[in-house]
């Protein structure tokens, strides 16, 4: 497929490659010829300096005929702007980026009237990200698929934990709950494990069951905690913004510092229900005052990578609360879980892979099965899918999973039957208008049938 994409900050450069990796043709373009230099340096795109809102430079770019235009710069209005002179040049359809509290109140009537494909909104992606993550408070990240019904949940084995030295299978015997270990890290490596593979302390595993399932699973492995209900944001931009309305609404105690006075006081009539402080997040003396030790939760939002790793390393270090770090730069990843951070979010890999479930679903519109939802799970290592059957698919279908031939390092995790979750074993078949979930190593899957030998 071919893609004109018009910004190539952090969201847009990082889109380019994963759709050049998917093997479709991508053009970037950018006004800022150090981000276009960047580009071309880092990575096997074709870029073209220039404002993507002129017809002229959306020609060079070969708009016409494109299967998609996405903008992605940092202004809602430029994006706006790009997407309707596209569509009038020949582009199929168009995805913008829009992130003004403003314009999402209003956002269906953007969308209809620019005949836009999608709207994606990088920051409120993120917000939903955090708030399911203080859903569990012992989980890293908690992805949810089936409309809800079924969740995913990252988790760190503790030094302590019961499960140390067992199975899965033994594990499963045991604990006699429906759910599936799916996807497991570990210093030497990323996983798809099976039912001999062992756990052992340090491991990162990820859970997939019903929210039943999962709250019983917790419990029965001595996880639960008080529930949150206060937490402290550093950081009052976007994600901010969004992050302490949804919270406040779910009945938390909420407390944002934020270094710039203008923006406090147009977050003190934004949020009413929060509590804004005027003040450095870095300042451990204001932390202490403003009371982190008596949080339940701590998140930091600052704009740079580096504050915020510190500051949710002090919270870790001085409180009992959970900490959620947003980080925008790949290689700061591994460190930051080598220093025992508990939760990280990227804003980035949250909005492509957003669109690259749309691409996918484009991909296969014609096929026996569409992708519902996509993640990447385990620090970007593995690939977490829904499909809905929409027709029987040969040699799968109607067929007892043990007797599926299935690629190597795939795991069926889950189908939702008409609201039904079940969690497979090698009797359960895949049947027409199923939603089914599964996790992928070192694949990348457009539709059901390709996960067949």
């Not at 190539?8 to 994963?18: D, E, F, W």
Request: hydrophobic share 40%; charged share 25%.
């Amino acid at each position: 497929m071919k893609f004109v994409v018009i910004g190539a900050g952090k969201i847009g450069g990082t889109l380019s490659q994963q759709l050049v990796e998917e093997g479709h043709s991508v053009i970037a373009v950018d006004s800022n010829s150090e981000a276009v230099k960047k580009l071309l340096n880092s990575q096997d795109i074709m870029c073209i300096e220039g404002n993507g809102a002129t017809a002229d430079i959306q020609v060079q770019a070969g708009i016409k005929g494109a299967d998609l235009l996405i903008a992605t710069t940092a202004h809602d209005e430029l994006n706006m702007v790009c997407c309707m002179l596209g569509r009038q040049l020949g582009a199929k359809r168009t995805i913008c980026r829009v992130r003004n509290p403003e314009y999402y109140d209003q956002i269906d009537i953007i969308k209809n009237n620019l005949g836009l494909a999608l709207i994606i909104n990088p920051e409120l992606t993120t917000a939903r990200e955090i708030a399911n993550g203080l859903v569990f408070p012992t989980a890293a990240k908690v992805e949810v698929f089936g409309k809800g019904r079924v969740e995913m949940v990252e988790l760190k084995i503790s030094e302590d934990s019961q499960l140390i030295g067992l199975t899965l299978a033994e594990i499963y015997k045991r604990l006699r709950l429906k759910f599936l270990i799916c996807a497991v890290q570990r210093e030497s490596g990323t996983f798809i494990p099976s039912g001999d593979f062992v756990l052992h302390a340090g491991d990162r595993i990820n859970i997939a069951a019903s929210h039943s399932d999962i709250e019983r699973f917790f419990r029965e492995n001595g996880l639960v905690k008080n529930k949150i209900k206060s937490v402290m944001i550093v950081g009052g931009g976007k994600i901010g913004y969004y992050l302490a309305k949804m919270l406040s609404s779910m009945g938390m105690r909420v407390k944002v510092i934020e270094k710039d006075y203008t923006r406090c006081t147009e977050l003190c009539d934004e949020v009413p229900k929060a509590t804004i402080i005027h003040g450095d997040g870095t300042d451990q003396e204001l932390l202490l005052d403003e009371g982190i030790k008596e949080v339940d939760a701590f998140v930091a939002l600052s704009g740079l990578d580096e504050e915020n790793i510190i500051m949710s390393l002090y919270a870790k270090n001085n409180s009992g609360a959970k900490t959620i770090t947003k980080i925008n730069r790949d290689s700061y990843i591994d460190m930051a879980r080598m220093l025992g951070l508990d939760t990280i979010v990227m804003p980035k890999l949250l909005t492509t892979g957003t669109i690259l479930s749309y691409v996918r679903s484009l991909e296969n519109a014609s096929s026996e099965s569409r992708i519902e939802s996509h993640y990447h799970i385990v620090g970007n290592k593995v690939e977490a899918i829904e499909f809905n059957i929409k027709e029987n698919i040969p040699h799968l279908t109607g067929i007892p999973l043990k007797d599926v031939r299935i690629k190597k390092n795939i795991l069926i995790c889950a189908i939702i039957r008409k609201r039904q979750v079940i969690i497979p074993n090698g009797s359960d078949t895949i049947e027409l208008d199923d939603s089914v979930i599964i996790v992928t190593k070192d694949q990348r899957f457009s539709e059901l049938r390709d996960i067949l030998e």
